[in-house]
């Protein structure tokens, strides 16, 4: 059974690359060390979908790096992914274990200690988190749950926790000292004008 062993997890987002290709800032980002990626483009139709997921995958490979899909298990499958990423409206947890097997990572995105304590109990393997601060993307969410929310979630649940929702270099340092395994973020390496640059101090400032 896999383990999420990554500290930074880039959910992808076509709209926020000021006009790049999508899979250029992929490589970049995997160029300045990221090790996984969640392919989330809601608003593409199946077939587009797979063809960008079966490119993601190709690349991921590349780079040794994981590559799991938002929602979609068929598609996770039928490229090969690492894994998926479920939302408290996608199937349930564990219907999806049950297609994915132990094999692959099942992601889950919370919001809730609640929630996160579902998750666990219904089999994923670890936990998103947020938002904890203020983001457009995650505003349709909620207010943001802030440090002491994300603290008591690290205290409570046994997995792996990741924080997400405008999650920044200057507020990076305060996050991990809440003990989370990692952050999830998207327009701090998408919309950034070097990824690459991006994503290496991103993970500089984790691991320091």
Request: net charge positive; proline share 3%.
């Given at each position: 059974m896999p383990t999420p062993d990554f500290h930074l997890y880039l959910v992808t987002d076509r709209n926020l690359t000021q006009g790049r290709d999508l899979l250029w800032v992929l490589q970049q980002a995997l160029d300045g060390g990221?090790?996984?990626i969640q392919l989330r483009e809601k608003d593409l139709g199946g077939r587009d979908l797979f063809f960008l997921a079966e490119a993601a995958r190709k690349l991921t490979q590349r780079y040794h790096a994981r590559l799991l899909i938002n929602d979609r298990i068929d598609l996770a499958l039928a490229v090969d992914a690492d894994g998926v990423h479920l939302s408290t409206a996608s199937i349930p947890?564990?219907?999806?274990r049950a297609l994915l097997g132990r094999q692959r990572l099942l992601g889950a995105s919370t919001h809730s200690l609640e929630e996160a304590a579902d998750a666990e109990r219904?089999?994923?393997?670890?936990?998103?988190?947020?938002?904890?601060?203020f983001t457009p993307s995650k505003a349709p969410y909620g207010e943001p749950q802030g440090m002491a929310a994300?603290?008591?979630i690290v205290e409570k649940i046994s997995l792996p926790?990741?924080?997400i929702g405008g999650i920044k270099p200057e507020n990076i340092a305060d996050t991990r000292c809440t003990g989370v395994r990692g952050v999830a973020l998207i327009?701090?390496?998408m919309s950034a004008a070097d990824p690459k640059d991006a994503?290496?101090?991103i993970l500089k400032l984790f691991n320091r």
């Open positions: 990221v090790k996984a947890i564990e219907s999806a219904k089999g994923a393997d670890f936990v998103v988190f947020g938002p904890v601060y994300l603290k008591k926790i990741y924080a327009s701090a390496v994503t290496t101090k």
